[in-house]
């Protein structure tokens, strides 16, 4: 039968799981059951080998190739330990970020290409240190913060975090004195946070680095929690199917469920007693990946799911991949696919929409497959609608989700396909709030 085998260290699940285990025949391979994790798809440093490892049993036979790219030449090493598993070890010599690919009968595996940050050891970032960073038992809508040293380096901080529902924020950089900085952040959901801090560009030793909001039990556990049900296996054109994710046992996490295959799909995800229970109606016959992932970027045992269709072509389309999300974050247990209700509109005129403040990294920047964000404060600027757009140089934005955080503040979170030049308008009511209609640059 199959097993899950979950691995943690300090309570955190180690890079890979938790794993499945197949006792006896296997069933179905392919790229999607390789399984890989390691310090070297996280972070490494130019001149020192960064390592990861691949486990292939699950996948049955077949090609396994990998590639780095990025602004150096890769020298990569490969050891097949006969197991089923291998090791990795890649050395490159320039800072900067680099594509790691890995793929399995010239199919990527499940979230491949992966962004590496390779930081220099020559530059001024090695010289700083973190203190005070506490790594886990953080509470939500509680500020955490933590100092940065620059031990006598010169030049600029900046702070990113991934929240574990996948979106990405600002951190709140403020002078303590002239060689200290503190970072500061409010979590507004339980799981696992990575935190991104550059000096002048480049990650300081240990970025980014790892914490856990919520203590163990009420954090979201990928690793109690299973899916099932006739549309993991397959269905046909046209007509719904479905499946349960038993998040019983699992404690409170964010749940993701993207369906990748030929056809865009019409997604729902409504609670149910074991959970909830995930309906897609798919549009073009073929192969579709269901990943599950919860309480972060993990993905659940089993996932990705391999579901064929069948029947006739409903679409005009004829892609090969198209993908459908759908997000449900753990405080509301309501899937994000739209904006909260708003309140009734009254007449407002430019001063309460000029209350408005926005902040964030996606108000000027965006890139191609991420989930970019920023916040709108309107807690200042009375009772309206609030209205977001994106308009693209070819096709729409793929996706905006707005999130009440509470008391008028606001997250949103954006997706887009294409590179290019985008146009975010944010309004409040009739009106623009300051800087609207924002130019996004996606490189």
């Given amino acids: 039968g199959v097993y899950r085998v979950s691995v943690k260290y300090r309570g955190q699940h180690v890079p890979g799981s938790p794993f499945q285990f197949t006792v006896g025949p296997l069933g179905e391979g392919g790229a999607h059951k390789v399984r890989t994790g390691g310090p070297g798809l996280e972070r490494a440093q130019a001149g020192l ?166 203590e163990p039990g009420q954090t979201g556990d990928p690793g109690m929690v299973s899916a099932s049900g006739p549309g993991l296996e397959g269905g046909v054109t046209g007509v719904q199917t479905d499946f349960v994710v038993n998040t019983s046992k699992a404690g409170p996490g964010a749940l993701s469920v993207s369906i990748d295959g030929p056809s865009k799909v019409k997604m729902e995800c409504l609670e149910c007693a074991e959970g909830y229970l995930v309906s897609y109606t798919p549009l073009a016959p073929g192969c579709y990946l269901v990943s599950v992932k919860y309480g972060g970027p993990y993905h659940i045992a089993g996932s990705p799911f391999k579901a064929k269709v069948t029947g006739q072509h409903l679409v005009s389309s004829h892609s090969l991949h198209e993908t459908s999300t759908v997000l449900v974050e753990p405080s509301s247990k309501a899937p994000l696919t739209a904006g909260p209700p708003p309140p009734a509109p009254s007449p407002q005129g430019p001063a309460e929409a000029a209350k408005v403040v926005a902040k964030g990294l996606g108000l000027s920047k965006a890139f191609v497959g991420q989930k970019n964000s920023f916040t709108l404060d309107c807690s200042k600027a009375g009772s309206n609608m609030l209205l977001v757009g994106v308009q693209g140089p070819a096709v729409p934005c793929e996706e905006v989700l707005v999130k009440h955080l509470g008391a008028k503040l606001y997250s949103v979170v954006y997706l887009l396909k294409d590179k290019g030049s985008y146009t975010l308008v944010v309004k409040w009511g009739e009106d623009h709030i300051p800087g609207s209609p924002f130019h996004i640059s996606v490189p």
């Fill in 49 to 214: 080998p960064a390592e990861f490892n691949i486990w292939t049993r699950e996948a049955g036979a077949g090609g396994l190739s990998i590639a780095v790219e990025g602004p150096s030449k890769a020298e990569i090493a490969f050891e097949d330990r006969k197991d089923g598993s291998c090791g990795v070890s890649y050395i490159v010599q320039e800072p900067g970020d680099y594509e790691v690919s890995i793929k399995f009968n010239d199919d990527h595996i499940p979230d491949s290409p992966f962004i590496v940050p390779v930081a220099s050891p020559s530059d001024d970032a090695r010289q700083l240190t973190v203190t005070s960073l506490q790594e886990s038992g953080l509470k939500i809508n509680h500020p955490a913060s933590f100092a940065v040293c620059l031990n006598g380096a010169k030049g600029l901080i900046d702070a990113k975090v991934h929240s574990p529902s996948g979106a990405l924020e600002e951190c709140c950089v403020t002078e303590i004195d002239e060689d200290k900085y503190a970072v500061r952040f409010i979590p507004r959901e339980n799981g696992i946070y990575l935190i991104d801090v550059k000096f002048n560009g480049s990650h300081i030793p240990g970025s980014p680095f790892k914490i856990r909001v919520g």
